[in-house]
């Protein structure tokens, strides 16, 4: 596979770790307006009601702004906006939740990022050879690391390393 990011290196290691008990990965699955997410277990800290976030003035439209969760400012973002060279997203906020992701680089600065998410995420138990990559590294979609095949649905493997590099450029 080459160059690998974080995210997809997390899938890897859990994959490492799971082959000896039975072969499958612990996910959550993370609906958004118009696709949904692929995330290791270990990726989210907790789902939350929407709150209205902080904004912060000349941000990109990915970024929604600040909110407080555990007495800290944690970054929101719509990640369909961040992930699309072209913003055509609906702004469907109202019924929404947000996800804590955990960003596992152990960036004291940055622990936390959180993004945009419709309904409750599933868990899910998924046989590793029922993961097909439709699409590594996609050219016309930023923050994202893989689009991939399970049974039949299509879904997104987030780069989070790569959002994390991201908002720390807004603020330097």
């Not at 307006?33 to 003035?57: G, H, K, Q, R, Y």
């Not at 960036?107 to 945009?116: E, G, K, S, T």
């Not at 699409?135 to 923050?143: F, G, L, M």
């Not at 095949?149 to 720390?168: H, N, T, Y």
Request: negative net charge.
């Amino acid at each position: 596979m080459g160059d690998v990011t974080y995210i997809d290196s997390q899938r890897k290691e859990i994959t490492n770790t799971t082959d000896s008990l039975s072969d499958v990965v612990h996910c959550l699955m993370i609906t958004l307006t118009n696709e949904t997410l692929l995330l290791p277990n270990a990726a989210v800290a907790e789902v939350v009601s929407f709150t209205s976030p902080e904004p912060l003035d000349g941000s990109p439209n990915w970024f929604l702004g600040r909110i407080t969760w555990r007495e800290r400012l944690v970054p929101l973002i719509s990640f369909e906006d961040a992930s699309i060279t072209v913003a055509e997203t609906p702004d469907v906020l109202q019924g929404s939740r947000i996800a804590i992701l955990n960003t596992l680089n152990g960036n004291a600065a940055l622990p936390y990022v959180a993004i945009v998410v419709q309904g409750i995420p599933r868990l899910s138990v998924i046989k590793n050879d029922s993961i097909t990559t439709i699409e590594a590294k996609p050219q016309n979609r930023q923050s994202v690391a893989e689009i991939v095949d399970v049974e039949g649905q299509s879904l997104v493997i987030p780069d989070i390393d790569d959002l994390e590099k991201r908002l720390q450029s807004l603020h330097s």
